[in-house]
């Protein structure tokens, strides 16, 4: 079993609050988050572009090791999150998480290659945890 952490603070609250997330890793360290980052264009991060950051990085993985085991040896595979806040009463709810991948596979066939980037997206421990409608999007190029 793995488990991993993720820390936030935030000092003041609502609009005038300011927030620093971390991960346990320190590859993010007191980066900042807000309501300006979230909501307008302040610098900063967001609880959405990490989650879809999150999204992306698992799927891909994910992916990969789905190509290897079905036998392919080399590759490239991009892919990006876009993550969706919408209003939702008085709060906001996560609605979606559209994968878009682009993709390099030397001798797999499109059909073959769908069938195994749904697998992924459907199993990616990430996209079984976001209870979001979850789609995906590729680009296959040979």
């Avoid at 590759?75 to 559209?98: C, M, N, P, Q, Y």
């Amino acid at each position: 079993m793995t488990t991993r952490t993720g820390s936030a603070r935030y000092e003041g609250l609502g609009k005038d609050g300011k927030g620093w997330v971390s991960t346990q890793s320190g590859v993010l360290k007191d980066q900042r988050y807000g309501f300006g980052s979230r909501f307008e264009s302040e610098p900063g991060t967001n609880p959405e572009e990490l989650i879809a950051a999150a999204h992306a990085s698992c799927f891909t993985m994910a992916l990969s090791f789905a190509l290897a085991g079905a036998g392919h040896g080399e590759g490239t595979l991009e892919t990006t999150a876009k993550v969706t806040l919408e209003k939702d009463g008085d709060g906001f709810t996560i609605t979606a998480s559209a994968l878009h991948l682009t993709a390099k596979v030397p001798g797999i066939s499109a059909e073959e290659f769908a069938t195994i980037a749904e697998g992924a997206k459907a199993n990616c421990p990430v996209s079984k945890v976001l209870s979001a409608n979850i789609s995906l999007t590729h680009e296959l190029s040979q």
